[in-house]
Structure formats: C-alpha cells, structure tokens
C-alpha cells in the first residue's frame, strides 16, 4: 500500500499547524484576510464526547435523483444504495450554493456563503474563517483532508493531513500507468463544449489503479489500517463525477448513449440557454449523459472500497459516515449541462449518514435540509462542543424520528456570482436576481440580452415539477410570494455578523438585492 507522503500527528502537528498559522498571519493583506482570530475550544479542556470517527465523502457535481435508490433506471449507484440502506437518507437535501467552492466551504465552516465570505468560485477561504478541521484537532481529533477541498490557497484550514491533485501527479510519475499515461487536456469553454464534456464517453486513458479516486482511496484506507491514538476525522473529496467525466479505461462502455434520452427544451429554455450549449446535438446530448453516469458508478465503485475497508477494519461501530453531494448537476434538462442557477437537478444533493448501533438503519427523511446543516448535526450526534455562529440546525431529531420532529420550513441557496437567491418551501420556490450584473461564469446567452433589471420567478413544484411557469405575478399567490420574499430577507438579514451593515433607508428589496452583490473576501 503507498504511504501518504504528508502526516502530522500529536503533539508535533499541532505545534507546526500553530507555526502556520504564525508565517500565514505575517502575510501581507492581499493574501490573507486578517481578521480576529476565531473563537476556538480551550486546549486545557478536555475533550469529552463518544471518542467516535468521523468520515464525510464528498461527491463533485453529484446531482440527488441519479441514485438507484431514488428509483434511477441505471442502477449506477449500488454501494451508496447500500449505504443508504444501512443508514438514513435525506431525501431533500439542498446545497446552500450550486458551486463547488462555497458549497464546500459551507459544509466545513456550518456558515452560509456569503457570511464567511466565499460565494465565488476563485475565493480563497480565508484563514480568519473557523472550520471543522481546527476545531477538531483543537480537540484533539486527528485530521485529514484528502482530494478536492476548493481551499483555492496554500492553508489546509486545520487537516494535519492533506493531499489533493499535486500529490497525485507525483504518484502517476513515481510509478509510470500500466499501458501509458493518455490522458489527454481539459479545456473549459476553449473548446467546443461537446469535447469538454465528453460527448463521446471516452476513458481518461488511465487503469483504474492509476485513477485519481483510486488514488485517493488508497491513501485513506492505508490510514484507516493504521493503529489510531487518538480518534480521527477524515474528508474525502472526490473530484467526479465532475466534467469531463473521468473512468479508467476499464469502465469504456459501461453506459451507451443510446440508454438515454434527450430532455425537452422549451422556446423559452432556448432563449435563456448558456450560448456554449447551443450546439450540442441530441447525440452529444446523449453522449455526455454517459459519460456523467460512468465517472458516477465509478466513483461509486471507489466509495464502495472504501466502505468495505471500514467495514473491515472493525471501526464502523465507532465512526459516523456522511455521504454528499456539493451540489447538483443539469445532464440536458432546460438545455444546460451545468450547476450555476436554481433548477431542482442543480441544487438538490444526495446526503446520506450511517453509524451502526447508533443511527438505526432503512430509513429516509422528508424534511427539507441544507448544507449547513450537516456541521452541527455531526457535532451533536458525536456529543462535542459546536463552534459559535454555526447558521444551520441539528437534524438529530428528524434523523432519529422522534415524534413532531421537523427541519426547515424553508431552505436557502445563493448563486452571487449571478446576484441570485433562492428559497424553496414544501412546494414553492422562489427565485430573486437583481438583472445588474453581466455572466462572468462563462454561461451567457448566446445572443446577449438586455440586463433585465431585478426579477422574481416563483414556481409551484407540485404542479409544474419541471419549473416551466413563472407564478410571480400571479395575483392568488401574492401571499405566497410575500411570505417567501420574508423568509429569504430575514435569511440574509440575520446572517451577516462582522461583515458590511446594510446600508439603513432600504426597502425589504433592496436590501435584498444589496445583499445579493458579491463582496468576497
């Protein structure tokens, strides 16, 4: 088994993280914000707790209705089926951001996008900002972030241990792939987009022993054989189901175009379709639908090992498993093979949690859930501490099923990089933009438009599921819009402590649409 290359443990690792975070304090503004330090849990107090693991995994750009035990055809998806089986499974779970920077950062920091600062997908997060991994080694949890975090800086936010695609690439040069290294480059919007979304289902050009899930399941079951003095808590982040949707060339074929259909595209999709998809043909179409589903049962695959060597490790009884999603994904539906908007396929996730003997098994909730969510949840159910200004819930009591047990009554997600929010209840959704502000994502139309100035879609998912019928000026639903347009300022509102004041004067919507302006850190 390959060793990991980095490891800090005891004593020692904690004193070279504080050191880090001395050299990282001394680095002029521009490269770290140098905000107060956060409030962090006494090293003279003990931990307390049940000295269980924790282990989250993490899939990129995995949408919540491609699981087989939601009822999707293709079956891609038998070991999380599995997992769900043996534990709970949220089955309207929504990501606090549809892309991947933030929504990560909100899963580790408990906070939403814009109060931490990260609503973009370049943002560093910034080390004045509290996370999951300083919180845990300062209580005396081991640490490790392994694969995709979006830190998009050099600090690892308090993972002793952290590995990512450079530790990788190392890997594919000390020991050269059976059959060759093909991989050949993704280019993002350079080229057609047919190519960089694998129209035509091709491998990465790698064994699955060289893949880079593969990589980054060896390195956390090497760890998880090792003998632990202290409990551990672990991230791992795969980097698929992600465009363009790498599988080892073992995988080629596994789903063929011709199992998928192409989903309709309205007048009016056609008029808001990102211009980079207006070429693909219902054959791409198809195409890249599998490839999307081969990198998904792939990366299943992955999270299948390393379930079984937790499993045989004997330390499932003492460690909690949260499966995720960072956000979802668009495979043709409104003509968009993307997240980046508000569409159910974009922002609903998959979220799964399991523990043996603690979390009784075979269950699923239907209460709506967030991203934030999953922080004080976890802390909770492994009876430690939670951090101050954590901004989601406990879903402790919907998880257990006690009686009158509910989650949100309404969720929240935010795209800033398009000045959008969302709130969605049981059955509405409603959508806010303030039309100001020019795509720089890469997802314009393909004849600009007119900024349309600010705007509201409201959509009622019970009868119109597919979210085709803008409600908003519907004189029955005016209370419905209202009541929806209160919970997304009070939202916004009442999570912005230590960042920019809203400006007195405003109106209940200007206020929002202030609000909605990016002001990363």
């Not at 690439?169 to 059976?178: D, G, I, S």
């Amino acid at each position: 088994m390959r060793q990991l290359p980095v490891r800090q443990s005891g004593n020692a690792g904690r004193a070279q993280a504080l050191l880090a975070r001395i050299v990282l304090a001394s680095i002029p503004l521009f490269f770290v914000n140098a905000a107060e330090p956060p409030t962090r849990p006494s090293k003279a107090r003990p931990r307390t707790g049940a000295n269980c693991n924790l282990l989250i995994i993490i899939g990129d750009d995995h949408g919540g209705d491609t699981l087989g035990i939601n009822g999707d055809p293709r079956q891609a998806t038998p070991n999380l089926d599995a997992l769900a089986r043996q534990g709970v499974l949220f089955d309207r779970a929504f990501c606090n951001s549809p892309v991947c920077t933030p929504s990560r950062q909100s899963l580790i920091t408990g906070k939403l996008p814009h109060a931490i600062g990260v609503t973009q997908l370049a943002t560093r997060l910034s080390d004045s900002v509290l996370t999951m991994g300083e919180w845990l080694c300062d209580l005396d949890y081991q640490t490790l972030a392994i694969g995709k975090m979006h830190f998009n800086g050099p600090s690892t936010h308090g993972f002793e241990t952290r590995l990512d695609t450079p530790d990788w690439k190392r890997e594919l040069r000390a020991h050269p792939p059976r059959g060759g290294d093909n991989r050949r480059p993704w280019r993002p919007f350079r080229d057609p987009a047919r190519e960089w979304l694998n129209a035509e289902a091709r491998s990465e050009g790698l064994p699955v022993e060289s893949m880079q899930s593969t990589y980054f399941v060896d390195q956390a079951i090497h760890y998880l054989k090792e003998k632990h003095d202290r409990p551990f808590a672990m991230i791992v982040g795969f980097h698929d189901p992600h465009s363009p949707f790498c599988f080892p060339r073992e995988w080629e074929g596994r789903f063929r175009p011709g199992q998928f259909s192409v989903p309709p595209v309205s007048e009016q999709d056609r008029r808001e379709q990102p211009a980079v998809f207006a070429a693909l043909s219902p054959e791409d179409v198809r195409g890249i639908q599998a490839a999307y589903y081969t990198s998904l049962s792939f990366m299943d695959s992955q999270v299948g090992r390393l379930i079984r060597a937790l499993d045989e490790s004997g330390l499932s009884s003492q460690t909690l498993v949260v499966y995720v999603g960072d956000n979802g994904y668009m495979l043709g539906q409104h003509g968009r093979f993307e997240k980046h908007c508000f569409y159910e396929p974009a922002v609903r996730i998959p979220l799964i949690m399991r523990w043996p003997g603690q979390i009784s098994g075979n269950r699923r909730v239907n209460e709506l859930v967030e991203m934030v969510d999953v922080l004080p949840t976890v802390l909770h159910l492994m009876q430690l501490p939670l951090p101050p200004g954590l901004q989601g819930i406990d879903l402790q009591p919907v998880l257990e099923g006690k009686p009158g047990a509910a989650a949100h009554e309404v969720i929240f997600s935010e795209y800033l990089e398009n000045e959008e929010a969302m709130v969605r209840s049981a059955r509405y959704k409603l959508i806010v933009g303030t039309g100001r502000r020019l795509r720089q994502d890469g997802y314009q139309t393909k004849r600009p438009l007119p900024l349309p100035g600010p705007y509201e879609r409201l959509y009622d998912l019970e009868s119109d599921p597919g979210e085709s019928k803008n409600l908003s000026d519907d004189p029955r639903l005016r209370s419905v819009n209202e009541d929806m347009l209160n919970h997304m300022y009070t939202r916004l509102v009442s999570t912005r402590e230590g960042l920019e004041p809203i400006p007195p004067g405003l109106s209940r919507m200007e206020a929002i649409e202030w609000c909605l302006v990016p002001r990363d850190r």
